[in-house]
Structure formats: structure tokens, C-alpha cells
């Protein structure tokens, strides 16, 4: 089942009641609670359709989430996509500290934004217990491109990982399927698998 969620809500909840409600949401607790973060455009909404139904869907920019449940081989993902604007970046905290594991969606393409996502990690991340962070490189049409290690690397340094504490691995994907990355899901799965293994380390089962 497919959830859209826009922070403006019908009911005049004020925004206490919609993160009881959300806590609520969480309780009914999939194997794998993640929340999916990054800047806007950064393509999180394409990667989660990619994961829930193998194709690629036209997307807008999220205001407010959108949540989704699917499975990678046997583990069960519960993805909370969290809209990257300005506006919506101070309420991520409040997604992320309810969830087991983070993915963090940066544009390999836009080095110009590497370093402002680096802050905006660094944010999310301060005193989240050292929850498991999965970078995925986005936008990295083909796989072969002989100078995509050397991209990753230098937005690695851009994003200023390395002086975060935090459990993290770094997977470069493309959600857009093209002449050069016939099947996306050849690289985004392992992504989500070593998601799905570190927190299963980490939290052990959920009930």
C-alpha cells in the first residue's frame, strides 16, 4: 500500500499531535525501520519506487513523506522518504530518532551541493546513537564510467564523513534505468542488504 503525507493536514493537528501519531506508526514495527534523508533533488522518492515496485516513476518534490514497505530477499523494509527542502530539514531529527537505520541520498552530479549535504548529515546524524547510515552516490548512470571511484571519493571528502562518528558504508547507484545501468536494482539492492545486515547487528530482530 502506498502513503503520501503532507504536512499540512486536514484534521488542524499541531505538529506534537503529528509526530504522536508518526511514534504510533513506528510502534507497528516492520524487521527493518529506516528513514530515508537527503538535499532535495537528490532522487530519494525514484530510489524508494525503484525498491517497492522495479520501475522507475515520475516523481515531484515531497512535501511532507511518503512511506513504503517492501522486501529485499528476506528482510522487510518499513522506508520512510522525508522531503529535502529548507523548510522540511528540521523535522528529519524527528523521523530519524524513531527509526533503526538511515539512508542518505546525495546527487554524484551536483558536487557544487557536497558539501551543504555534508552539513545537513552532519545535523541529522549529532547524537543519534550511532545509528547505521547508508550513503548511496546517486545519479551514477554507468557503473563503468572509469572516474566514478575517484567521484565518490572527493564527495566522500566534500560531505566530511570521515569525522563523523558514525557506522556508515558508501554504494554509488542509479535509480533511472538507461542504456549503461539496464537493471538498477543490480546496485541498489546490496545497498539495502548491507542496510538490513548492520542494523540486524546492531538492534537484532524486530518483533
Given at each position: ?160 564523513v570521515k569525522d563523523m562518528n558514525i557506522i556508515y558504508e558508501v ?18 539492492v546490496p545497498a539495502f542488504e548491507w542496510i538490513g545486515n548492520t ?9
Amino acid at each position: 500500500m502506498s502513503h503520501f503525507y503532507n504536512i499540512k493536514n486536514k484534521e488542524g493537528l499541531n505538529m506534537g499531535e503529528i509526530l504522536s501519531r508518526l511514534k504510533d506508526c513506528f510502534r507497528k514495527s516492520y524487521l527493518k525501520e529506516i528513514t530515508m534523508v537527503g538535499l532535495d533533488g537528490a532522487g530519494k522518492t525514484t530510489i524508494l519506487y525503484q525498491m517497492k515496485i522495479s520501475s522507475t516513476v515520475e516523481t515531484i518534490p515531497t512535501i511532507g513523506f511518503n512511506v513504503e514497505s517492501f522486501n529485499v530477499g528476506k528482510t522487510k523494509f518499513n522506508v520512510w522518504d522525508i522531503g529535502g527542502q529548507d523548510a522540511i530539514r528540521p523535522l528529519w531529527n524527528h523521523y530519524v530518532e524513531m527509526s533503526r537505520g538511515i539512508i542518505f541520498v546525495v546527487d554524484i552530479i551536483d558536487s557544487n551541493r557536497w558539501k551543504s549535504a555534508g552539513k545537513a548529515l552532519g545535523d541529522v546524524v549529532r547524537g543519534m546513537e550511532r545509528k547505521p547510515v547508508l550513503i548511496l552516490a546517486n545519479k551514477a548512470d554507468d557503473p563503468n564510467d572509469p572516474c566514478l571511484n575517484q567521484k565518490v571519493q572527493t564527495m566522500v571528502e566534500d560531505l566530511g564523513v570521515k569525522d563523523m562518528n558514525i557506522i556508515y558504508e558508501v554504494f554509488h547507484c542509479s535509480a533511472i534505468q538507461g542504456p549503461n545501468n539496464p537493471n538498477p536494482l543490480e546496485r541498489l539492492v546490496p545497498a539495502f542488504e548491507w542496510i538490513g545486515n548492520t542494523v540486524k547487528e546492531k538492534y537484532g530482530e524486530s518483533k
